[in-house]
């Protein structure tokens, strides 16, 4: 009886795999026809092209057209393609929460769940199965050691705001950047805006990605980042540069970077099977181990020196609330900072 | 004279005022030019107009009230005025003295000199600014290291990101505008004025002052002018120099107008004042050009020679040479440097040494090769149909052939306010629409530098003409060829290396745009200067520097082709 139980077993999971394999062939087939999927996307452009490069390799006659802009950015051409009737975009993939509340609002996603997000931690998936979290980084205070000696450096948010750091730090910006959009939400509800009001006192150097102020830091033109995403402080690091990389204990803003594909996707076939690479065990851990990024994936491993989550005071932003609040975030960090 | 002389003149006279009383065999092709260019630029400008008048309430300037009353709007208008006069002045200070220098004075080197500053004039002013932040950053700048390192001071000689800094780089890379402007006018004023007033006893810094300048006055006024709007028109100098330090322009601000959710009617609001202030300014250069006759070029040439500078020559060419050191020498090297490192701003050892910036840009990274082929696309093609079309419009007014021709003028020069960022939205609408849809392609991308490169164009040809007496023209009329005929025969063989220079101003024009590509660009229409204004939001600082190297490069190439193929070096005079 046990041993037929298990044969019936091993031929329905025989027979479901073939199924998905079938699926899959059938997915590959239709994606090779359409020749390519468009991927607006804010991840950083080295990583987006070793993903695009992958997927490639992967499945030969499919092409990735990468369109790389921060995530204001990318909202914008969305909605200005929108605007005009033109339908561009297959795959749009930011790190504000909030756009994938607007976007699912207005009706501008396709509803597709990729296999084996199941498991992932609900900050990973929408509810109502629109868009799902394909990576997660954090936003972290870094600093320049060569310059600023560790016992010196600014180990906590509240350190920033010492007038002698005035002139020494750089941030990004929530106008250009989901992370830093996220960043400063979560800030704003830990301390209110006068966090940012006394920060802007310190003259800080403003640039725009929140993968620029690792350059910024690791050259010493500002040797504090009071700011920025810590997957490229990390891989600048791991480049040979010296940056230390700060996980402030008062609580680190922890940005889920959701991904979906576009209601009027011009290659939806390719574009699902982008979304089936993306959430593969494999291209998971190649985000890991490749990018220094953190995911949803249960199975995932993070390289040793890299802290683990459940070891931080994680701030979790609210994609609905970030979705509320962009506009007054864009307007109060330009009121304080100038630009 | 003889009798058969005398009725020879009577009967060309004849045919003159026949000419002028029956209808012009050419004029359609005067009237679609004019038409052509009307439709060119009136669409986008209509648009704007009505976006900024208009809302669902109906006609209102509650817009202009928006705009006009937020004090940080303002700080933006006036930090654009204040940027913009000043590098007018330092370009025409720079652009003209180097000019004449180069024109009319023995200054050793000429033809380098020459070649550098179109190296400047090739160099995109983003490009320049992101090289500046590399060598003046207060802290990891290369010249404020020295500095340190000279003189043990923990502090910094320049900083970048200010207004200062901001004016310094925009004046490094407007003054070729001027430059050209005025070494064109200078290689056509014959000496024989100037040899009179010597005859009469002036010293040479007297003729210079009372002879050549006041000749050289309107290029003077209008390189003052061309240089200004030039910079009131940037938008990635700004945006790389000033965003940081939170100082925004005119442009950085109608940028930050079209982030989602777009307030495209404050932009229009924005940029309509600034259109009537140019039509103020083009209209006052008008007035003080337009009373004089500023034709130096008659059938026969006169002769130039070169003024002496003695003991002068070896600081002048310091000068010019210090000026060419701070906007190509300085900033290429250290882009060179930066291209071959893994860290920018450490010295470049064998530790530091990589090749990987050269890998990732040209092999990795996907979209370089479609951009480095859709600019040059565009470049050739824009080039080409601007340099035609800027010089029949040119025609039209200048020989005044068409009714209301002066108001083309208005039309042609009209783009050089309209901020390339507040252009593309107007193309935006306009040609993402049924009749005419464009976007998508390169070709919305084609009409957005046409129309912004009109200025440009026509104003090289315009100054090119006047420069040229109609009397040749009109000998030719006379004896029967048509107007296309004589332009083509007659007054385009004198003004070749004018439009020629015509058709350089455009290329280089284009393939360095950015303020309006960044709007209108689609994954497939992806332009260079986009890609390098991607990388530097993210900072990758050894990729653009890839990037900006092969841009001159490649320019360069094709600038001396050009040139090669027109039998005459640009880096030479006329001779």
Same mark, same amino acid.
């Given at each position: 009886m046990m041993r037929l139980v298990a044969a019936l077993a091993a031929v329905w999971c025989l027979g479901g795999v073939s199924v998905a394999f079938a699926q899959d062939a059938a997915l590959v087939q239709a994606a090779k026809k359409e020749g390519k999927v468009v991927w607006y996307t804010s991840l950083a452009i080295p990583s987006s092209t070793a993903i695009a490069h992958a997927f490639r390799t992967k499945y030969p006659g499919v092409d990735v057209e990468v369109h790389r802009t921060g995530s204001q950015r990318v909202l914008q051409r969305v909605m200005q393609e929108a605007g005009a009737g033109i339908k561009n975009a297959d795959i749009i993939h930011t790190s504000d929460a909030g756009h994938f509340v607007l976007l699912k609002e207005k009706g501008m996603l396709l509803k597709y769940t990729p296999r084996g997000?199941?498991?992932?931690?609900?900050?990973?998936? =929408?509810k109502d199965g629109?868009?799902?979290?394909m990576r997660a980084t954090l936003s972290v205070i870094a600093h320049n050691p060569k310059v600023v000696p560790e016992k010196d450096a600014?180990?906590?948010?509240? =350190?920033?705001?010492?007038?002698?750091?005035k002139g020494r730090m750089v941030s990004a910006h929530p106008g250009y950047s989901g992370i830093i959009m996220t960043h400063v939400l979560a800030l704003v509800n830990l301390y209110g805006w006068d966090y940012f009001r006394d920060l802007a006192k310190n003259s800080l150097h403003l640039v725009q990605s929140a993968n620029d102020p690792a350059g910024v830091v690791a050259s010493g033109?500002?040797?504090?980042?009071?700011?920025?995403?810590e997957y490229f402080y990390y891989k600048t690091l791991k480049q040979g540069n010296p940056i230390k990389i700060v996980y402030p204990a008062e609580g680190v803003p922890l940005v889920v970077s959701p991904v979906a594909v576009a209601? =009027?996707?011009?290659h939806p076939n390719a574009a699902k099977l982008f979304m089936e690479f993306i959430f593969a065990r494999e291209s998971q851990q190649l985000l890991a181990d490749r990018e220094g990024l953190y995911t949803g994936h249960p199975a995932v491993t993070y390289p040793p020196d890299k802290p683990k989550l459940k070891d931080l005071k994680l701030l979790n932003a609210d994609p609905d609330e970030l979705e509320k609040r962009n506009a007054e975030i864009k307007k109060r960090f330009t009121q304080f900072f100038g630009a | 004279m003889s009798i058969a002389g005398t009725e020879t003149i009577g009967r060309a006279r004849a045919a003159v005022r026949l000419g002028l009383a029956?209808? %012009?065999?050419?004029l359609p092709v005067w009237a679609g030019v004019a038409l052509l260019l009307v439709f060119l630029m009136v669409l986008p400008l209509a648009s704007l107009v009505s976006t900024s008048l208009v809302d669902e309430t109906g006609i209102t300037l509650r817009k202009y009230v928006e705009v006009f009353t937020n004090a940080a709007f303002l700080k933006a208008i006036w930090n654009t005025i204040v940027v913009s006069f000043w590098v007018g002045i330092i370009a025409v200070a720079a652009g003209g003295s180097m000019a004449w220098l180069v024109t009319?004075?023995?200054?050793?080197l000429k033809r380098c000199v020459r070649a550098l500053v179109m190296a400047s004039f090739v160099t995109p002013p983003f490009l320049g600014a992101f090289a500046w932040t590399l060598l003046?950053?207060?802290?990891?700048g290369a010249l404020n290291k020295l500095y340190r390192a000279l003189?043990?001071? %923990?502090?910094?000689?320049?900083?970048?990101?200010?207004l200062e800094g901001l004016i310094f780089v925009m004046a490094l890379y407007s003054f070729p505008y001027v430059f050209s402007m005025i070494a064109n006018v200078c290689e056509l004023i014959s000496s024989d004025l100037e040899d009179a007033a010597v005859i009469l006893g002036a010293s040479k810094v007297r003729t210079a002052c009372t002879i050549t300048l006041p000749l050289a006055l309107p290029a003077l006024l209008g390189g003052f002018i061309v240089a200004f709007l030039h910079s009131l028109s940037l938008f990635g100098a700004p945006a790389i120099l000033g965003l940081p330090a939170g100082i925004h322009t005119i442009t950085t601000q109608i940028w930050t107008?079209?982030?989602?959710?777009?307030r495209l009617d404050l932009a229009a609001a924005f940029s309509v004042p600034l259109l009537l202030a140019t039509m103020a300014l083009i209209a006052l250069q008008k007035k003080i050009l337009g009373?004089?006759?500023?034709?130096?070029?008659?059938g026969k040439g006169g002769q130039r020679r070169l003024v002496r500078l003695g003991w002068a020559r070896v600081p002048a060419f310091l000068l010019v040479g210090g000026v060419l050191s701070l906007s190509i020498f300085l900033p290429y090297w250290i882009l060179l440097k930066a291209a071959f490192?893994?860290?920018?701003?450490?010295?470049? %050892?064998w530790d530091n040494f990589t090749l990987n910036n050269f890998k990732f840009v040209l092999?990795?990274?996907? %979209?370089t090769q479609r951009a480095i082929f859709n600019t040059f696309k565009l470049g050739v093609l824009t080039a080409t149909a601007g340099t035609l079309l800027a010089t029949l419009v040119a025609y039209i007014t200048n020989r005044n052939i068409?009714?209301?021709?002066?108001f083309l003028s208005f039309f042609a020069l009209?783009?050089?306010?309209?901020?390339g960022i507040v252009l593309a939205v107007a193309l935006f609408i306009v040609y993402?629409?049924?009749?005419i849809v464009l976007y998508g392609t390169v070709w919305i991308l084609f009409v957005a530098y046409l129309t912004k490169e009109m200025p440009i164009g026509f104003s090289q040809a315009e100054s090119t003409f006047k420069s040229i007496h109609p009397e040749l023209e009109d000998a030719s009329r006379i004896i029967g060829a048509n107007r296309l005929t004589s332009l083509k025969d007659v007054t385009a063989p004198l003004a070749r290396s004018g439009l020629i220079a015509a058709w350089c101003f455009i290329f280089i024009g284009v393939i360095r745009e950015l303020s309006a590509s960044i709007l209108l660009f689609s994954p497939a229409s992806k332009v260079v200067s986009v890609v390098i204004f991607d990388l530097k939001e993210e900072g990758l600082v050894g990729a653009i520097s890839v990037l900006g190297i092969f841009l001159l490069l490649v320019s360069f190439a094709v600038i001396l082709a050009v040139h090669w193929a027109a039998g005459r070096d640009l880096a030479g005079g006329r001779e």
């Open positions: 997000v199941e498991p992932f931690p609900s900050g990973f998936k =929408d629109y868009y799902f979290g600014p180990k906590t948010w509240k =350190d920033l705001l010492n007038s002698k750091w033109e500002r040797p504090i980042g009071v700011n920025g995403a209601k =009027d996707a011009p | 029956t209808r %012009d065999a050419t009319r004075t023995d200054l050793p003046a950053g207060p802290n990891a003189t043990g001071s %923990d502090g910094f000689l320049f900083n970048i990101f200010t107008f079209f982030q989602y959710p777009p009373r004089r006759g500023f034709s130096t070029v008659g490192s893994k860290a920018w701003a450490v010295p470049l %050892d092999f990795q990274y996907t %979209d068409l009714r209301g021709a002066r009209a783009p050089l306010v309209i901020p993402t629409r049924p009749p």
